[in-house]
């Protein structure tokens, strides 16, 4: 199999190598996620520039921390690989250039020891259009856009950003959602506004949300009867001494289903009720930390620290209203906390 000498378009492979060898060929050369590809023939990339607006050689965005120029073509090229459908194409353009803006600290989160990982949130019409799902199993498998939008991104932090596994992207763990990431906000189900029309956008818009999450916490309200209940349950398991969300200035995400929902809604709780419930009871103790504890939190929580007198505890966040909340799922009595990484603030961008 021949290629074409380096230059500042995407690498061709000439030949008629069958599906196997050509994915076995771009894992030796590093370009996969470990997971089998789709090969991204001239036809399968074309169909998928088509579904945007951009000419192929147009730089979409920077990649850190290579630095690396992420065209149309590159991207285009990524999302093949991953298995989108080209419908998906503007929603991945979109995840990108949100993760790419210097306020989320793409570099950050690609060299750590944390194993923190772009989250996808995608709200507005294009959710349904493309049936992300927004319900039942919402984070996990079973649909073809929930994995591939995020696998998209993934796959552009590795090609184009160089987040290369045990050489860039140090983390200690990692976590299953560095494979993919992605999921929709069920805003039929909710009782209040939808994450991107809280944040100014109109509920027409389709938009993508970006949250640097460290990983899912499963927390089952077992046995509650009132949504006070629910929320001290909840509250509790944000509480986690080593979690990011308390260590950092903070977003923590709240992860609920409709049913939560309306009981919070039905109990009288706004959206905003529910932050300030969550805030006032997710706290720690000063005491629970150690004096090298303390040191670390004075210098990466200096708003809180700095207060004369201090309070004697620590809060997931400094303020109520940057607890987020997102409904999402399908029944049952669970919910998920999401710790956020190294006080980056979440984004949200129109898809375009």
């Known amino acids: 199999m021949a290629t074409d000498p380096p230059s500042s378009a995407a690498e061709r492979f000439h030949g008629s190598d069958p599906y196997d060898r050509v994915a076995d060929a771009y894992y030796v050369r590093g370009w996969t996620d470990g997971l089998p590809i789709v090969p991204p023939t001239e036809r399968r990339v074309e169909a998928m520039l088509a579904a945007g607006s951009w000419p192929r050689d147009e730089v979409l965005a920077v990649v850190p921390p290579r630095l690396g120029a992420a065209t149309a073509e590159k991207v285009a090229i990524n999302a093949v690989m991953a298995g989108c459908d080209s419908s998906y194409f503007r929603v991945v353009v979109a995840a990108l250039r949100a993760a790419c803006e210097p306020e989320f600290n793409l570099d950050g989160i690609q060299n750590t020891t944390n194993g923190v990982t772009p989250l996808v949130i995608v709200n507005g019409p294009l959710a349904a259009e493309l049936d992300v799902n927004a319900t039942g199993n919402a984070l996990g498998p079973g649909r073809r856009a929930n994995a591939t939008i995020g696998r998209a991104l993934r796959l552009l932090l590795l090609n184009v950003g160089g987040g290369i596994p045990g050489d860039v992207d140090r983390a200690t763990h990692g976590q299953p959602g560095k494979y993919t990431f992605c999921f929709a906000e069920d805003e039929a189900g909710s009782p209040w506004p939808a994450l991107h029309v809280e944040r ?20 089952h309200d077992v046995g509650c009867q009132t949504a006070a209940e629910r929320l001290h349950i909840v509250a509790g398991a944000m509480r986690a001494l080593g979690s990011s969300a308390l260590q950092w200035q903070s977003e923590p995400l709240v992860i609920l289903n409709a049913e939560s929902a309306r009981a919070c809604a039905d109990a009288g709780l706004s959206k905003d009720g529910v932050r300030r419930a969550l805030w006032q009871k997710a706290r720690v103790p000063l005491s629970e930390y150690s004096l090298g504890g303390l040191e670390f939190l004075r210098n990466h929580r200096p708003v809180w620290f700095g207060q004369d007198p201090l309070p004697d505890y620590l809060p997931v966040a400094e303020r109520p209203e940057d607890v987020m909340l997102v409904v999402t799922g399908g029944p049952g009595r669970h919910w998920i906390f999401v710790p956020t990484f190294g006080g980056i603030r979440s984004l949200t961008r129109p898809v375009i």
């Open 200 to 219: 100014g956008f109109d509920p027409t818009q389709s938009t993508v949300t970006l949250v640097a999450a460290t990983g899912t916490l499963n927390v």
